[in-house]
């Protein structure tokens, strides 16, 4: 997998846990491990664009990445 939509926020320390955490709640809803690999990439994706467009790329942190996880499965259902 590749997705070429990262940016600086997700460069900070942290953000790593919060995308393993995100891929192993997938698993634990029943999802294949490719499937949740592959969302919890996007939705990891997805959230950082919060994080860049609302905090900036410098002194985001990953607090800031898990508290818009919510909002990028909503815009994700929504779509």
């Known amino acids: 997998l590749v997705h070429s939509g990262g940016n600086p926020a997700l460069a900070t320390a942290g953000t790593g846990d919060v995308l393993a955490g995100a891929i192993c709640g997938l698993l634990a ?26 905090v900036g790329d410098t002194g985001a942190l990953a607090s800031d990445l898990l508290l818009r996880l919510p909002r990028a499965i909503t815009a994700l259902r929504e779509a």
Do not use: N
Request: hydrophobic share 50%.
């Open 29 to 54: 809803q029943g999802l294949d491990l490719f499937g949740a690999a592959a969302l919890g990439v996007y939705l990891h994706g997805a959230a950082g664009s919060l994080v860049r467009d609302e």
